[in-house]
Structure formats: C-alpha cells, structure tokens
C-alpha cells in the first residue's frame, strides 16, 4: 500500500512541476520519466491529463487547507479568524509558483474544472468562512444583514485578482502583504462599528506571535526582522510601526505573556478570596497549582518559556524592562499565598519569602532549559517529573507537623 500511495505521490509532484512550467505542451511520458514510473501507471490513478492536472490542485490544496485549520486554532475573535482565512488564501499562492501557476491560469481557466472533485476543496474553505461569518453574528460582531454567497464571492473574486496581478503585473509576489488594505475595505460591508483600534491589536498580536516562534527556534541573535515579518504576513518596516526595536519586540512577548494570556488570567486562582469561604483551596493546594502551571509553561506554551528563560531571565537588559515588572508582579503571588500558608499554620514563619521565590524560579528555569536541551517529546516523564519538583518545593516551607499534606 506504501509503494503505491508512493507512485502516486510521485505522479503528483512530477506533474505539478511540469504542467507549471510546459502548460498544455506538458506531456503524460514525460510526466512519467519524470517520476519514474510507466506511463500505463499514470492512467491507473487518473483518467486523463485533465483529471492528473486537477488531481495536483486538489491534493495541494488540501494540504493548505489542513494548515489553514492549525492556524485557526485558537483565535477565537471573529474579525482575526477572517483577516487569517483571507492571508492564507494570499500568501498560499506568494509562496508556491508552481501551484500558483496551475491553479490561477490552468485550472480557472477550464470549465470541466468546476465540476471536478478538486473544487469542492473550495466549497470546504467557502463553508468554514460561513461557520466564522455565522459565529461574527452570533458574537454581535458582524451585522446580521450579511448574504454569506454575496460577500464571499466578492472576497474570492478578490484574492484572486490579487494573486493575479501580483504574480504577472506587479512582480511582487507578497499579496499577503496587502492584508491590512483588505481588511480596510472588506471590515465596512460586515461589521457593526469601525474597528481600526481592533485591527491594530491583530496586527501587533500577529507580529508577537510570529516573533515568539522566530525567537524560539532561531534564538534572539540569529532572528531577523524579515523573517518575523514574513511569518506575521506583514512587509518588514511595519514591524517598527508597533516596536521601536528587536528589543522591545523581545520583551513585549515576555510581558504580553504575562498580562494578556490565558495563562494570567489562571494567576487569580491562585490568591486567597477578599472573604476567605469554608472549601477554599489551602495555601498548600495554591502553592502546588502555582509550581505546577509554572513548569507545564515548558510543555504547554515551549516558545515562550523557552524566550523566558534564555532570552528573559538570563538577559542582562531583561531586568531593567517593563516585562520584568510584569514577571515580579507576577512572581510576588507567590509571597501572597506563602504569607497565607503562615497565617494559616501550614508554612514554616522562618522561611524567607524572597528566598523561597528565586528558588522557585531557580528550579523552573534550570529544569526549562535542560528539557529543551534533551528535547525527547516524552511529555509523560516531565509530567511526572513536574510532580516531583512540586513535592519538593512544597517539603522546603511546610510545618514539619503537616508533612501529610504533600
């Protein structure tokens, strides 16, 4: 089954190589040379040269497709999950010359095209862009007037003019790079207010997330400004349009982790109630809560623990930043519940508070940066390892009496 899912793999990537450059002059023998493969094998898997060329826009487009769905993940905003539809159906055709020839000029061009399988990969994008567009309703984002096929073949109609002037008339070949006037004129046919000020954040909250993979893979130093940009889909000078430098750009990651993400949100579970109610978590529980998301940062979100620990706490620069006064108010929740465990009998008075906290610290950035070292992607052995660690956090400022909690 592997050797013949092989063939055809082969069979597609020839074809789609040929057919881009020769177009109709592209040949089935040739194809076949070019793979390897007899010719009578060719005609085993696909119909006709028709079918085969189709055959091509359909398995690559599905495969954007699948990388359109991972990217959507997790944005939850209706105009973002709109604004990352529209850039992915530009920069798709940006960056994959020969795709972009056989889709736009070959397929297009043919009516048979329409009624072949390879379209209903279109029909697919043309339903998740109603499912966002119903949930922008549904949210009171969007107005509740919108013709779902009015608007969206106005979209589709331009991006892909977009794709086509810029790939033969323009020479530019970064529609993507567009977006932001896209958004301008598509944002007034379907939204109920103006929403620049939001846009703006999506633009900044594209750019800090592009930067956070770049650093974390490449390392501060060996980043560069294009290749944020390039990520983000935006052109490379807007990025100092929001951040002076590739330093505020470093640390504005660290502190929009600690003050816009999910993760801080959780921080307030973790403080003792204004009127502390029978069933309240003890300090004790608070304390394990509060080690433990600390170090699944290394399993949950990597980048940003990994920026954290090697280009945050390790960053001589770091320590004179706003970011640092966000990560210390962040820290200091520890005092307050090591000050609650006291209070409550269950900590020893004796242990210092700000010793207690670079040692905690200490532990999640030695153990952070030895599982990325390793990097074995066995999660269940650092989760196990992660309990370990809170136990023995927890042994260092519990009454000797109350070891039983741990």
Known sequence: MSQTRSKRDRILLSA????????????????ARDADVFESTIYYYFKNKEDLLFSVAEERTRQWFVSLE????????????????????????????????IVLF???????????????????????????????RRA???????????????????????????????????????LDGIMDVILPMITLEDRKGDRKQDKTGKILKAAERVFAEKGFEHAKIQEIAKQAGVADGSIYDYFSSKDELLFSIIQDGFLESPFKKGFKAYLPPQKPAEGMDSPV?????????LLFLTLIQPDFAKILVLHGIYNQQFYGSTAFECFLDYLKTIDVILEEGKTAGLFRKTAVNRIFRNLVLGMFSTNAL?????????????????????????????????IDLV
């Open 70 to 101: 991972q990217q959507l993940e997790g944005i939850h905003d209706p105009v973002s999950r709109i604004g990352k539809l529209i850039w992915w159906q530009l920069y798709r055709f940006d960056v994959e010359d020969d795709y972009s020839s």
């Open 370 to 402: 030895r599982w990325f070292l390793q990097d074995d992607g066995h999660k269940r052995d650092k989760v196990k390892e992660i309990e370990t660690l809170v136990t023995y956090m927890i042994r260092s400022i519990i009454r000797p009496e109350k």
């Open 285 to 293: 529980e608070k304390m394990k809560r509060f080690i433990r998301q």
């Open 16 to 31: 789609e190589k040929i057919m881009s450059r020769r177009g109709e002059k592209a040949t089935i023998s040739e194809i």
């Open 140 to 178: 009171g984002v969007f107005r509740k007037d919108i013709h779902n096929s009015a608007l969206w073949h106005i979209i589709f109609g331009l991006t892909d003019v977009e794709c086509l002037m810029s790939y033969r008339f323009e020479g530019t070949r970064q529609a993507h790079g567009d």
């Open 106 to 136: 070959q397929c297009r061009s043919r009516r048979n095209f329409y009624t072949h399988k390879a379209f209903e990969r279109i029909t697919s994008l043309r339903i998740l862009f109603e499912q966002i567009m119903d949930e922008g």
